[in-house]
């Protein structure tokens, strides 16, 4: 049986409205963390959770249903990774999903999850768990009655079944292998050059920078790797993300420290990494529709943290940027060598903040996380014990303790927008950014001199062409398999930590 072309365009008709509703509540949210009066908090929830309430109606209601069913049943003569059939089979995966929440439940968690990240705010601030904890409680509740509803009918656990939404298809025991693969060599190599003979001098990028030009040499340096401004901006956030509001409006928030210089523009970088994904995905008539969305977090977390990491922390890379850098920041960083700079900029020292992170000790960061929270969900661990479970585990695994909430479990703002199965991702992003890495340097030839002489376009068009172009047509995985030419291993990141790190550190290779 043929599909029914008529029947089609009316499921697509009705998806992109939810579509153009989804990204006005995004729009408001992008403006809470950007400039909302605090006052205005309460009215911003109920605004939020009434567009996300009628989203969930759209996609949910029983014509609907039937319409994505009937269309899915005579999908079959349709080539599954072709625009069409990708549409169809994502359009019932996500039907299936929300089909078994029921529209009260998703409206208290956006509600929830607006009032929580404004109670993480303010605990933050204070540095105090104390006062996010009862809706942190909230929060967790909410999100398990989730899981426990999507998980039905389903070979997935509670957990997985939350995980699923960014990480569609994503199982916990391949999770964890890959993990601790990673782990043991990440423990070796960080007391590798713990102990090794050369460290480097960070004082350097520790000095005081001037606010205004880090934010114009941020600008500077995104629109140089290729992000387009035309169609996105950049601005100021106190936890940095990235926001897509239409075909042509990307936005991509950081936030600067005036004592150190690389948390505007390795920040900057990374979500510019992301904002170049949200831009190389098709618009136009799939936009928001599966062929022109991001296919899992996991692939857009690869495609920042290659921008940050592999291409911004490279030696090439600083070639070409730092003497820009020493003449914006005139007389800060004058009489600074481009080794010490660079060297700097690659420090690994194991410290409390996740987003402050080297390559390095980053990933223990998020084994750490992906412990804890399947530990909440699975209702092993209480809120009330989790700031001390925290604190005892960054001791263990990185031998530092936080002396506050605010360095310690309160630095991240997931929990409390109801992220839970959030963080996986990032390590898996940060394997998949180092084998794309490789694959592209395979294929496109030597890429150092390229990034030496501030020529991103090769790279970007590769990962145009192999990731961003296909959308959802593909999963995560079979993208990474495709363009590299094998499964997701962790060997890639630990051989390209080692190549980089040892020769810095002077460490003899293993
Ligand atoms: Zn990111």
Redesign the pocket.
């Known amino acids: 049986m043929a599909l029914d072309r008529e029947l089609f365009e009316s499921l697509c008709i009705r998806a992109r409205e939810a579509m153009l509703l989804h990204s006005a509540a995004d729009a408001l949210e992008w403006d809470e963390r950007t400039g909302m009066p605090i006052a205005a908090g309460p009215y911003r929830a109920q605004q939020v959770s009434t567009l996300r309430a009628k989203v969930h109606r759209i996609r949910t209601d029983a014509r609907y249903g039937e319409d994505v069913q009937r269309l899915m049943e005579t999908a079959g003569d349709e080539d599954p990774h072709g625009d069409v059939g990708a549409t169809v089979r994502e359009l019932h995966r996500d039907w299936n999903r929300d089909r078994k929440l029921p529209e009260t439940l998703v409206e208290q968690t956006a509600q929830a999850t607006v009032r929580g990240q404004q109670a993480w705010d303010a605990a933050r601030k204070a540095d105090d768990f104390g006062m996010f904890r009862d809706t942190l409680h909230t929060v967790l509740q909410l999100k398990r009655e989730a899981g426990e509803r999507l998980s039905e009918d389903t070979d997935q656990t509670v957990y997985e079944a939350l995980l699923d939404e960014y990480e569609p298809g994503a199982k916990v025991d391949e999770i964890q292998r890959v993990f601790d693969e990673v782990r043991t060599p990440l423990v070796d190599l960080i007391s590798q050059i713990k102990n090794a003979p050369r460290q480097p001098d960070t004082e350097a990028i520790e000095r005081t920078f001037n606010i205004d030009r880090q934010r114009d040499f941020s600008h500077h340096v995104a629109e140089a790797i290729g992000f387009d401004f035309d169609r996105g901006r950049l601005d100021v956030t106190s936890h ?3 926001t897509t509001l239409g075909p042509d409006d990307c936005r991509i928030l950081t936030r600067y420290d005036p004592h150190w210089l690389p948390s505007g523009l390795f920040g900057t970088l ?2 510019a ?2 904002g170049m994904y949200e831009q190389g995905l098709r618009g136009g008539e799939w936009f928001g529709l599966p062929p022109g969305s991001y296919v899992s977090l996991g692939i ?2 690869s495609q ?2 290659l921008w940050e990491n592999q291409v911004g922390r490279s030696r090439a890379f600083w070639d070409w940027l730092f003497p820009q850098t020493q003449q914006a920041f005139s007389p800060e960083l004058d009489h600074v060598s481009l080794d010490t700079f660079h060297f700097a900029v690659n420090a690994v020292r194991p410290s409390l903040i996740r987003v402050e992170a080297d390559e390095a000790t980053y990933n223990l960061h998020i084994l750490i996380r992906f412990d804890l929270e399947r530990r909440l969900i699975e209702g092993t661990l209480s809120v009330d014990e989790l700031p001390s479970a925290w604190n005892e585990r960054y001791e263990s695994d990185l031998g530092v303790r936080p002396d506050s909430d605010a360095d310690g479990v309160l630095q991240d703002v997931h929990w409390s927008a109801g992220l839970f199965g959030y963080f996986p991702t ?1 390590t898996l ?1 940060n394997l998949a950014a180092a084998q794309l890495f490789k694959a592209a340097s395979d294929h496109i030839g030597d890429l150092e001199p390229m990034f030496a002489r501030g020529e991103f376009r090769p790279l970007l068009d590769w990962l145009r062409e192999r990731i961003h172009y296909f959308g959802r047509c593909y999963s995560g995985p079979q993208l990474v398999g495709q363009a590299t030419g094998s499964p997701l291993s962790a060997d890639h990141l630990v051989t390209y930590l080692r190549s980089k790190l040892e020769p810095l550190y002077g460490i003899s290779p293993a």
Do not use: I, L
């Open positions: 940095p993300f990235c990374h979500e990494g992301h857009h977390e920042s943290r990032y992003g």
